[in-house]
């Protein structure tokens, strides 16, 4: 799986968007991008994954470039349950007979 | 709440014993996996099963097993524990490979 690099913190206001960028420059043509998050010692979430469109669901929204080589994570209006460790994890399609590759994340903090 | 559960929530035990954690994946998933959280390593991935076979091995240390049984639940056994094993393990499942990963919120372990 390729490698990603996120900041390793952020801060964002409640009820503004956050944006959590992501770098994945050597990601092959059959990687997906997932995100995760972990609040607080409980187990990750899945939020959302794609391949080269942009995906929405409930909680989040994701864009990828162009190139693939880059993608942000956008939470439209954060709250402060929010506040929370992201991971951006690049996989190759059928995901293979493997486990996730967390690397440190960005910590995202909302600030009332 | 994920669908995933995992008991115990808490483990104190002390060096050199043995103990089994348990864990069922979501109604339908046919894949489980095991990761371990500590303070210094981060997330890591242990080991996959899929319908009851293993299916990838990660950073898993000999004195670690698992399995998964035909009801699909699995046990993660620790043995030998030493110190550094206190960690948190968590369990995820999925319907396959192709598919985000649900996790359990986790059992913590104490070796002591």
């Known amino acids: 799986d390729a490698k990603t690099t996120q900041p390793p913190s952020m801060d964002c206001a409640e009820g503004r968007a956050a944006n959590l960028p992501c770098n994945h420059s050597?990601?092959?043509?059959?990687?997906?991008v997932y995100w995760y998050r972990q609040i607080h010692s409980q187990g990750p979430q899945y939020i959302i994954h794609?391949?080269?469109n942009n995906e929405t669901n409930e909680m989040a929204s994701l864009i990828i470039t162009e190139d693939r080589k880059s993608s942000t994570l956008i939470l439209p209006h954060a709250t402060l349950r929010d506040t929370a460790v992201y991971y951006c994890?690049?996989?190759?399609?059928?995901?293979?007979?493997?486990?996730?590759?967390f690397g440190k994340g960005t910590h995202l903090i909302i600030q009332p | 709440d994920s669908g995933v559960t995992q008991t115990p929530k808490h483990l104190i035990t002390a060096t050199g014993q043995r103990v089994t954690l348990r864990c069922s994946p979501r109604?339908?998933?046919?894949?489980v996996y095991w990761y371990q959280q500590s303070l210094d390593q981060g997330l890591q991935f242990l080991i996959q099963?899929?319908?009851?076979?293993?299916?990838a091995k990660g950073n898993i240390l000999e004195r670690f097993s698992a399995q998964q049984f035909p009801d699909l639940h699995s046990e993660l056994n620790l043995s030998s524990l030493e110190l550094g094993d206190s960690a948190l393990y968590f369990c995820?499942?999925?319907?396959?490979?192709?598919?985000?990963?649900?996790f359990g919120p986790g059992t913590r372990l104490t070796v002591t």
């Open positions: 995820a499942s999925s319907p396959s490979d192709l598919y985000e990963q649900y």
């Open positions: 050597t990601i092959s043509g059959n990687e997906y």
């Open positions: 794609g391949l080269k």
């Open positions: 994890i690049v996989r190759a399609s059928g995901g293979g007979a493997d486990g996730l590759t």
């Open positions: 109604s339908g998933d046919l894949s």
């Open positions: 099963y899929y319908n009851g076979e293993e299916r």
